[in-house]
């Protein structure tokens, strides 16, 4: 299996900054793709952005410019640099990786895990 350990919400005034990050351990045999996910109060849970093979990034609109996503793959680790933080970003925001683990001799399954999930709160 693969786990997920997120750190880096908590609390934070309006323009202000914080820095996400993602470390996925486990039998991990490649890694397609690292993303953040938020879901606020009452709301579907949203892409916020996206880094796949290549480093090719995706953002959802209301973040770009602001939001930063980076990996460092030696690490498998994703963070978020988040800065001009406004009160509309407050949300829980998951970690998603997807990729293929080893299940076996010369076997790899496909992955889609999730991280425990992290508080983000934008407020004066």
């Known amino acids: 299996q693969v786990q997920l350990v997120e750190s880096g919400g908590g609390l934070v005034q309006p323009g202000g900054s914080l820095r996400l990050s993602c470390g996925a351990s486990?039998?991990?045999?490649?890694?397609?793709?690292m993303g953040w996910y938020r879901q606020g109060p009452g709301e579907q849970r949203e892409l916020v952005a996206r880094i796949s093979n290549g480093d090719s990034t995706t953002y959802r609109d209301s973040v770009k410019g602001r939001f930063t996503i980076s990996r460092d793959t030696s690490k498998n680790t994703v963070y978020l640099q988040m800065n001009s933080l406004e009160p509309e970003d407050t949300a829980v925001y998951y970690c998603n990786v997807v990729g293929w683990r080893y299940s076996g001799i010369n076997r790899q399954t496909n992955f889609d895990s999730w991280g425990q999930g992290t508080q983000v709160t934008v407020s004066s």
């Open positions: 486990g039998n991990i045999y490649n890694i397609n793709a």
